[in-house]
């Protein structure tokens, strides 16, 4: 077996691949006996078909899958070999016709590949990028503490009705005003003012107090046949046909609290003696925002070192036709006109790659599974921090990061993630940052198309 390599230009190349029967016919031979152990036809035990019947029957399909094999090996052993950086997928090289695949042959095969072009990206500390610190605002601080207070608070009695309140009370039907005999009748209805689609029947409920009756239409408050269902009890389409006004005697009344800023709620948001004032909270709370607000900082600062890198790559040449050649042949799907719209923005995408690999290797940057896991688990803290809670247990961290790369895409995003991450520390060594403190009004319009 023989490659060969012929470059036509700078970007583009052609491997010829010789094969010859002593490459295949080892192999082939083997693959007919493993067939023949499995095969099962009329009138032959199985693992007794002769081989020369296998051979007439399957021989040729049975040649082509080793070939195949033997092909795409002697390819990539190239490619590893000289250390090739190729673009896409080798592709058969059009107008040169596949050889025939029979017992005996010598065969020939051409493919075409793209090489990635030669570049160098010299970033020195002449090159001077901004680095946007977003300031955490005290309203960001008091917006996060009440979330938090709000997320270990609970129920309390209350006396008097108010529009968020929980009521709980006796619902009884009407006859004008009067109670309906047999009429519906719910002990344990329970309702809350501020879900009443009617303004006018809220009304009748805030301000009441414990023992107190108010008149009100369930239909005209909820319009809604679970919302009726639920109160009145009824179901289906006694729910869905009851539109009569009701009587309701408040028989308790409770309120969401937030929670009271003692150490109990410190210790619950943030681990035991870890925050022992409202100062300390207060501090906890900014110092927390402020290292969230770090990765949006990095996402703005590499979106500006990617447009510094792309301008100093304008010029390279890269292998179009090949390029959108295999963009059709990864993809029948995609259309010639798609391809064409969506080219030159797969271009820039393909260079700041490049530039990333060429940076990560420059700075001997590696991506090991400890560093796989540690991503997804602080990925895991951030989520996690999102829905209010900072103090998430290590173990349930080190689950839900499992969970994110038990499969291929979540080890592809975490790995990505990660030499991202190391990336831009490297960027920030090899540049002058030129630090600005912006608001985070300020920083979100810096995201606004002009």
Known sequence: MNVSQNNKDSVNATLSVHIAPADYAEKWEQSLKNFRKKANMPGFRPGCVPVG???????????????????????????????????????????????????????????????????????????????????????????????????????????????????????????????????????????????????????????????????????????????????????????????????????????????????????????????????????????????????????????DMRSLVLGKMKDLVFPDDFLKRWLKASNEKLTDAQIEEEYPKMIEDLKWQLAKDQLAQENGIKIEEADVRATAKRLAKAQFVQYGMFNAPDDILENYADSMIKDKEGIRQATDRALEDKVVAALKEKITLDNAEVSFEEFNKLFETK
């Open 53 to 303: 019947l296998v051979k007439k029957m399957y021989g040729r399909e049975l040649l082509a899958e080793e070939v195949n094999r033997i092909l795409s090996t002697a390819l990539y052993d190239y490619i590893k070999e000289k250390n090739l950086n190729i673009l896409g997928e080798p592709l058969p090289t059009e107008g040169v016709p596949a050889p025939t695949i029979e017992e005996g042959a010598e065969m020939d095969f051409s493919f075409d590949i793209a090489l990635a072009p030669e570049f160098k990206i010299d970033l020195t500390k002449k090159n001077k990028v901004k680095y946007y610190t977003i300031q955490v605002a005290q309203d960001m601080v008091d917006k996060q503490v009440s979330a938090l207070r709000g997320r270990f608070g609970n129920y309390v009695p209350a006396d008097q009705v108010e529009e968020k309140d929980v009521v709980k009370g006796e619902l009884v039907e009407l006859d004008g005003t009067k109670v309906k005999e047999d009429g519906v009748k719910n002990e344990g209805a329970i309702l809350s003012p501020n879900y009443m689609k009617s303004k006018t029947e809220q009304k009748k409920v805030i301000g009441k107090k414990v023992g107190e009756t108010f008149k009100f239409n369930p239909r005209k408050a909820y319009d809604n046949d679970a919302e009726v269902g639920s109160l009145t009890g009824l179901k289906g389409e006694d729910a869905k046909n009851f539109n009569a006004d009701c009587q309701f005697t408040v028989k308790e009344i409770t309120r969401f609290a937030e929670a009271e800023l003692n150490q109990d709620f410190f210790d619950k948001a943030y681990g035991k003696g870890n925050v022992k004032s409202e100062k300390e909270l207060n501090e906890k709370v900014k110092s927390d925002l402020a290292g969230q607000f770090v990765a949006d900082s990095d996402i703005k600062f590499l979106l």
